[in-house]
């Protein structure tokens, strides 16, 4: 494992930033980019739509200016793929117990200070080899159907850097009949959106905060393209998800809990609110493990804002693990970590009241 980097430091959203990742396979042009004078070329992949001259990257590190061209530097160029316990991303109420083949390449279009797989999103900020391998889209689809995944998950870095692999693997997987989902902290552009939309069937939402300060200060964007982000899929018709992280005196405060959980319940009172414990990490450190009361007064205010769906993430053996019927309150998905062990539904709806549960529930469904 390297050692820690220093502090984060922010970085500009009108990139300059010399490129020094030369990626391991052939480069790729870029979809999403229109030309700007002078050489330079603007990325209209996330809502940072980096400015990249000539030579430059933006601040993800992996979407390169060439000769006045924006190529991709990780198509195809993947840093892990394992089959995870879809309830692993965390999507409770999208083919609840199946198994996601799940598949990231290097780079983020944030530099959170609490990140967790920091040494693969963040290796070209840091300079550290993560080492990657060749999987081309067909190769991903042969893999999740080899492993019996039900979808393929685009996950663990931010797939909104590599839209233009996940994409072409996402309509491939359409094809056999494989579900496609999106891990992502919600920073895409209406453009991506309008890309990753007809292709994905459920995304899990990072929202780290209500905050825009949190936002500029920790992750290094803001807060609202996450807010327009998480609207625009739910229309879309996409199954939404939010996971939020509770950073002890960071984000948890109670009217800015309040606020987060009011906004989702706007949305729809049927998108289940994930909210998960911080443990100390990369550049966060010095803060201390979130105290599980903490978590269960958000649960809580969760449930007073009106969301339906409310769970305790990092919380082995807590009750808010498993799904509640919203009717009758009888338990209808029994969960213990990431393991599902007994369904209480037909045809998505809870077979002890028959109220419809939110989401793609049942097998028959998919």
Same mark, same amino acid.
């Given at each position: 494992m390297p050692s820690l980097p220093n502090p984060a430091t922010m970085v500009p959203v009108a990139s300059t930033t010399p490129s020094s990742f030369s990626g391991t396979g052939p480069v790729t042009f870029a979809t999403l980019a229109t030309p700007?004078?002078?050489?330079? #070329? /603007? @990325?209209?992949?996330?809502?940072? &739509? @980096?400015?990249? &001259?000539?030579g430059r990257s933006g601040i993800c590190r992996v979407r390169e200016n060439r000769h006045? &061209?924006? #190529?991709?530097?990780?198509?195809?160029?993947? $840093?892990?793929?394992?089959?995870?316990?879809?309830?692993?991303? %965390?999507?409770?109420?999208?083919?609840?117990g199946s198994v996601a083949f799940s598949i990231a390449t290097r780079g983020c279009n944030f530099h959170c200070a609490n990140c967790q797989n920091w040494a693969i999103s963040q290796a070209a900020r840091d300079g550290i080899?993560?080492?990657?391998?060749?999987l081309p889209p067909r190769d991903v689809v042969a893999a999740a159907?080899?492993?019996?995944?039900?979808?393929?998950?685009?996950?663990? !870095?931010?797939?909104?850097?590599?839209?233009e692999y996940a994409v072409d693997t996402a309509r491939l997987a359409r094809e056999v009949g494989l579900a496609n989902l999106l891990v992502?902290?919600?920073?895409? !552009?209406?453009?991506?959106?309008?890309?990753?939309?007809?292709?994905?069937?459920?995304?899990?939402?990072? +929202?780290?905060?209500?905050?825009?300060?949190f936002y500029r200060a920790v992750v290094g964007a803001r807060l609202k393209p996450v807010l327009d982000s998480i609207r625009r899929m739910w229309e879309m018709g996409v199954w939404v998800e939010v996971t939020t992280l509770l950073v002890p005196g960071r984000n948890d405060g109670e009217e800015e809990l309040h606020q987060l959980a009011a906004f989702l319940a706007s949305l729809s009172p049927d998108i289940p609110w994930h909210v998960s414990r911080?443990?100390? !990490?990369? &550049?966060?450190?010095?803060? =201390?493990?979130? %105290?599980l009361a903490?978590?269960? /007064?958000? +649960?809580?205010?969760?449930?007073?804002?009106? +969301? /339906?769906?409310?769970?305790?993430?990092?919380?082995?053996?807590?009750?808010?693990?498993?799904? #509640? @019927? =919203?009717?009758?309150?009888?338990? $209808?998905i029994s969960r213990q970590g990431f393991s599902v062990r007994e369904v209480q539904t037909e045809g998505g709806r809870c077979r002890y009241c028959g109220e419809k549960i939110a989401g793609i529930i049942d097998p028959r469904e998919v």
């Open positions: 700007e004078v002078d050489g330079a #070329v /603007r @990325c209209v992949a996330c809502a940072h &739509r @980096c400015l990249i &001259r000539p006045g &061209r924006l #190529v991709t530097l990780v198509y195809g160029q993947v $840093v892990a793929a394992n089959a995870d316990p879809i309830e692993k991303k %965390p999507l409770f109420h999208a083919y609840p080899a993560a080492p990657a391998f060749d159907l080899a492993s019996g995944s039900r979808s393929i998950a685009y996950t663990y !870095t931010e797939p909104t850097v590599f839209i992502t902290n919600g920073y895409e !552009t209406p453009e991506a959106l309008d890309l990753f939309g007809p292709v994905i069937d459920a995304a899990n939402v990072d +929202l780290k905060a209500f905050s825009d300060d911080f443990h100390p !990490t990369y &550049r966060m450190l010095d803060l =201390p493990p979130t %105290p903490s978590v269960e /007064r958000a +649960l809580r205010i969760g449930r007073q804002e009106g +969301l /339906r769906y409310v769970y305790g993430g990092n919380v082995p053996g807590h009750s808010s693990e498993s799904t #509640v @019927c =919203p009717a009758c309150g009888k338990e $209808v």
